[in-house]
């Protein structure tokens, strides 16, 4: 979740340089650097093996994102699929498989 939220911020930074500066763009990136923010605090939740509903919460958003992502970027690309599938999927069913853990701490 970590590295997918940094690539989330690094795509908007370097996608900013292409967009006037409106208010319908300004939005739009605000929108995309929030969920950023709240999958990297997640992931870095899920590292530190703290609150787990946020872990929870954040692996779902991963989830969200990624398929809104292919939603936007859909070019028929097979490989594509499935490494957003794998992204959007893997955190979810590793926090549900840790939450034994969390619960010892």
């Known amino acids: 979740m970590v ?5 989330l ?3 908007m930074v370097s996608g900013v340089s292409n967009y006037e500066f409106g208010i319908y763009n300004l939005v ?5 650097i929030i969920p950023a923010a709240f999958i ?3 992931g870095v939740f899920c590292l530190r ?6 872990c929870f919460a954040s692996a779902l958003v991963t ?4 398929v809104i992502w292919l939603l936007s970027h859909a070019t028929g ?3 594509l699929t499935w490494v957003v599938s ?3 999927t893997f955190p979810i069913i590793f926090v549900c498989l840790r939450k034994p853990e969390w619960n010892e701490i």
């Open 28 to 32: 739009s990136i605000l929108l995309l």
């Open 49 to 54: 093996k703290k609150y787990w509903p946020v």
């Open 9 to 11: 911020l690094i795509e």
């Open 40 to 42: 990297f605090t997640g």
């Open 77 to 79: 690309s097979i490989q």
């Open 63 to 66: 989830l969200l994102t990624m």
């Open 3 to 7: 590295a997918f939220a940094l690539f």
């Open 86 to 88: 794998m992204v959007g």
